[in-house]
Protein backbone atom coordinates (compact mmCIF):
# COMPACT_ATOMS: atom_id res chain seq x y z
CA UNK A 1 0.00 0.00 0.00
CA UNK A 2 1.35 3.53 -1.38
CA UNK A 3 0.45 6.74 0.81
CA UNK A 4 1.25 9.69 -0.68
CA UNK A 5 0.73 13.19 1.37
CA UNK A 6 1.22 16.79 -0.35
CA UNK A 7 2.03 19.91 2.20
CA UNK A 8 3.13 23.77 1.93
CA UNK A 9 0.32 25.29 0.56
CA UNK A 10 -1.37 28.44 1.59
CA UNK A 11 -1.72 31.97 0.44
CA UNK A 12 0.60 34.01 -0.83
CA UNK A 13 1.00 37.47 -2.91
CA UNK A 14 1.52 38.02 -6.57
CA UNK A 15 5.00 37.84 -7.08
CA UNK A 16 5.60 35.54 -3.90
CA UNK A 17 7.32 32.33 -3.45
CA UNK A 18 6.33 28.60 -2.14
CA UNK A 19 7.33 25.04 -1.81
CA UNK A 20 5.24 22.52 -1.77
CA UNK A 21 6.67 18.86 -0.35
CA UNK A 22 5.32 15.30 -1.34
CA UNK A 23 5.94 12.46 1.08
CA UNK A 24 5.99 8.80 -0.02
CA UNK A 25 5.72 5.85 2.23
CA UNK A 26 4.76 2.07 1.26
CA UNK A 27 5.86 -0.19 -1.80
CA UNK A 28 7.32 2.98 -3.64
CA UNK A 29 9.80 1.00 -5.68
CA UNK A 30 9.23 0.92 -9.30
CA UNK A 31 6.90 4.58 -9.25
CA UNK A 32 9.93 6.11 -11.54
CA UNK A 33 7.17 8.93 -12.64
CA UNK A 34 6.07 11.62 -10.35
CA UNK A 35 4.47 14.96 -10.93
CA UNK A 36 2.53 17.63 -9.85
CA UNK A 37 -0.93 18.59 -11.28
CA UNK A 38 -3.54 21.23 -10.28
CA UNK A 39 -6.90 21.75 -10.46
CA UNK A 40 -8.35 25.35 -10.34
CA UNK A 41 -11.76 26.34 -9.55
CA UNK A 42 -14.31 24.88 -12.52
CA UNK A 43 -10.96 23.33 -14.42
CA UNK A 44 -10.17 20.53 -14.67
CA UNK A 45 -7.15 18.88 -13.57
CA UNK A 46 -4.04 19.37 -15.51
CA UNK A 47 -0.58 18.53 -15.23
CA UNK A 48 1.99 21.16 -13.54
CA UNK A 49 5.47 19.18 -13.84
CA UNK A 50 6.32 15.69 -13.89
CA UNK A 51 10.26 14.14 -13.20
CA UNK A 52 10.56 10.68 -14.60
CA UNK A 53 13.97 8.69 -13.04
CA UNK A 54 16.56 10.94 -11.61
CA UNK A 55 16.68 14.10 -13.67
CA UNK A 56 14.05 14.60 -16.40
CA UNK A 57 11.81 16.79 -16.41
CA UNK A 58 8.95 18.65 -18.45
CA UNK A 59 6.59 21.23 -17.22
CA UNK A 60 3.01 23.02 -18.26
CA UNK A 61 4.02 25.89 -20.58
CA UNK A 62 2.64 28.58 -18.50
CA UNK A 63 4.80 27.59 -15.38
CA UNK A 64 8.30 26.89 -17.54
CA UNK A 65 10.72 29.60 -15.90
CA UNK A 66 8.96 30.18 -12.96
CA UNK A 67 8.63 26.25 -11.31
CA UNK A 68 11.35 23.47 -10.60
CA UNK A 69 10.29 19.79 -9.92
CA UNK A 70 13.49 17.73 -8.02
CA UNK A 71 13.26 14.84 -5.57
CA UNK A 72 14.93 13.47 -2.82
CA UNK A 73 15.58 9.84 -3.31
CA UNK A 74 16.59 9.34 0.24
CA UNK A 75 13.78 10.87 1.93
CA UNK A 76 11.32 9.80 -0.70
CA UNK A 77 10.17 13.29 -1.42
CA UNK A 78 9.07 15.17 -4.68
CA UNK A 79 9.65 19.09 -4.50
CA UNK A 80 7.82 21.62 -6.47
CA UNK A 81 9.58 25.07 -5.89
CA UNK A 82 7.35 27.94 -7.17
CA UNK A 83 8.31 31.71 -7.71
CA UNK A 84 7.23 34.72 -9.09
CA UNK A 85 3.42 33.23 -8.42
CA UNK A 86 0.57 34.41 -10.33
CA UNK A 87 -3.28 34.48 -9.80
CA UNK A 88 -3.84 32.11 -12.24
CA UNK A 89 -1.64 29.49 -10.27
CA UNK A 90 -4.31 29.14 -7.89
CA UNK A 91 -5.94 25.95 -7.22
CA UNK A 92 -5.68 22.47 -5.42
CA UNK A 93 -2.10 21.10 -6.10
CA UNK A 94 -1.89 17.24 -6.22
CA UNK A 95 1.10 14.97 -6.22
CA UNK A 96 1.06 11.92 -8.39
CA UNK A 97 3.60 8.81 -8.59
CA UNK A 98 3.16 6.30 -11.40
CA UNK A 99 4.33 2.97 -11.77
CA UNK A 100 2.71 -0.24 -12.81
CA UNK A 101 -0.21 1.73 -10.50
CA UNK A 102 -1.13 5.03 -10.16
CA UNK A 103 -1.27 6.61 -6.69
CA UNK A 104 -2.65 10.21 -5.66
CA UNK A 105 -2.50 12.49 -2.50
CA UNK A 106 -5.20 14.46 -1.03
CA UNK A 107 -3.91 17.58 -2.52
CA UNK A 108 -2.95 21.05 -0.84
CA UNK A 109 -4.45 24.39 -1.63
CA UNK A 110 -2.65 27.31 -3.18
CA UNK A 111 -4.16 30.22 -3.40
CA UNK A 112 -1.96 33.48 -5.51
CA UNK A 113 -4.06 36.55 -4.31
CA UNK A 114 -3.37 40.22 -2.78
Known amino acids: QVQVAESGGGLVQPGGSLRLSCAASGSILGLNVRGWYRQAPGKQREVVAIIIGRDYTNYADSVKGRFTISRDNAKETVYLQMNNLKPEDTGVYYC????????WGQGTQVTVSS
Open 96 to 103: NMQGTSTY
